[in-house]
């Protein structure tokens, strides 16, 4: 999540769909750093800890926080609270970023609406990513349409951008003609989503399947989605994370 903070507040929401709580179950989320050299998979450090258990007598917040450690993450404990919804449930969490963060592509996207037109106008960028993957032009997915994710990551890992890149890269599937099999795309009009302010814009089929999807011939029950995030800026769409 890294690619979404900026300094100052901030605000994790977690979903919860159950039919109902007993009052053993809780719901907990952390939020986990690293310090700069640090393996980012093997060697995250917990800057705080929040639990809620929605069917216990008091069934908190609680927070474990240990303001003396210098944690680059702070929880705001009075704002953090649970609500109880007719379909889903959410815990708000609240905390506050200490570090001086970049300024991410998506806080430089334009305020978007969820119209019919903006929907259309985005559609044709997956028509194009969709063109590109069919001809299995990695370069141009990478230099063209995947540099600013690519450029964010490795600042937010503190990768290479040729590392990001390598891994970021379809050359695994599009140079192995028996397991790369590209699914056209829908053609009645998708679902738009927007998130972080409404300046990132993706799109959905049924169910919120992304439509950039493709499958292993060999393997006909695994699917892989391809989702990329856009931000339109200065009238163009392009990939932030």
């Not at 994710?149 to 890269?169: D, K, L």
Request: hydrophobic share 35%; aromatic share 12%.
């Amino acid at each position: 999540m890294t690619q979404y903070m900026r300094k100052g507040i901030n605000r994790l929401d977690l979903v919860s769909w159950p039919p109902n709580y007993t009052p053993e179950q809780y719901l907990a989320l952390s939020v986990v750093y690293w310090e700069m050299g640090e393996n980012p998979s093997a060697d995250p450090r917990t800057a705080f800890r929040v639990s809620y258990y929605p069917a216990a007598e008091d069934p908190g917040p609680f927070v474990e926080y240990d303001a003396t450690a210098g944690h680059p993450a702070r929880p705001v404990a009075p704002s953090i609270n649970f609500q109880p919804g007719s379909e889903y449930d959410t815990l708000h969490v609240d905390f506050e970023v200490l570090d001086e963060m970049p300024t991410w592509c998506w806080e430089q996207g334009d305020i978007l609406t969820a119209d019919n037109a903006t929907r259309d106008h985005l559609t044709q960028s997956y028509r194009k990513i969709h063109a590109l993957m069919a001809a299995k032009d990695n370069d141009t997915l990478m230099d063209e349409w995947w540099a600013n994710m690519i450029r964010e990551n490795a600042a937010a890992y503190n990768r290479p951008e040729g590392y990001v890149r390598n891994r970021a890269s379809f050359d695994v599937f599009f140079d192995n003609p028996d397991a790369f099999r590209l699914d056209p795309l829908p053609t009645s009009p998708m679902t738009m989503r927007l998130g972080a302010e409404n300046r990132v814009a993706w799109l959905v089929t049924q169910g919120d399947a992304g439509p950039l999807r493709f499958a292993h011939v060999q393997q006909t029950d695994r699917v892989n989605y391809v989702t990329p995030y856009f931000i339109r800026r200065n009238g163009n769409w392009e990939i932030c994370r």
